[in-house]
């Protein structure tokens, strides 16, 4: 399931994701699901049709990332939620584990996108860098996004959301929008 909270220029991309990675972190063999979040730049594209046409928007260029994964088998463990504070164009940096995360991912998460001109600034983009980007508006809408990182954290628990593929693949898979 992909969900969208778009705003002048940033916007904030959730999905359920289903993860097996082909080059794993050390003690962290094995499939891990859950929630993946991104910060995204939106981009207005210009207008198809006549003045009264739809807006073509582009979801671009990542700007943070937060998974709030967990082994597979262990829903609740949050072991491997992490977030990735910088991307080198479409590529995540490096995950980094925080134990406030983990303790409590979804409050972790509300503090953080309450403070978007922090995350901003770790992204390596401070607010003169942005082009414009509003920091202000999807920080008004914290709860509302973490309302909805909740219910989808929820249904994957529930085994509703970010199944395994049929078969055990034998390379990476990523299951769901992200």
Do not use: C
């Not at 909740?150 to 769901?176: D, F, H, I, N, Q």
């Amino acid at each position: 399931m992909l969900q969208l909270f778009g705003f002048e220029r940033l916007g904030v991309v959730l999905s359920d994701l289903y993860f097996l990675d082909a080059a794993p972190l050390p003690d962290q063999h094995g499939a891990e699901r859950g929630v993946r979040l991104e910060l995204r730049v939106l981009e207005r594209q210009a207008l198809e049709g006549s003045e009264d046409s739809a807006q073509p928007v582009r979801i671009g260029q990542p700007i943070w990332r937060a998974d709030l994964l967990e082994s597979v088998g262990a829903p609740g463990s949050s072991d491997r939620t992490h977030d990735h504070p910088r991307f080198d164009g479409w590529e995540p940096g490096e995950r980094v584990f925080d134990a406030d995360l983990s303790a409590d991912p979804l409050g972790w998460l509300a503090a953080r996108l309450s403070a978007l001109e922090d995350l901003l600034e770790r992204a390596g983009m401070a607010s003169e860098g942005t082009g414009g980007l509003d920091a202000k508006a999807p920080a008004h809408a914290a709860l509302d996004i973490v309302a909805a990182a909740s219910r989808t954290l929820r249904k994957v628990r529930a085994g509703e959301l970010a199944e395994p593929p049929a078969a055990e693949p034998t390379v990476t898979t990523r299951l769901g929008w992200l």
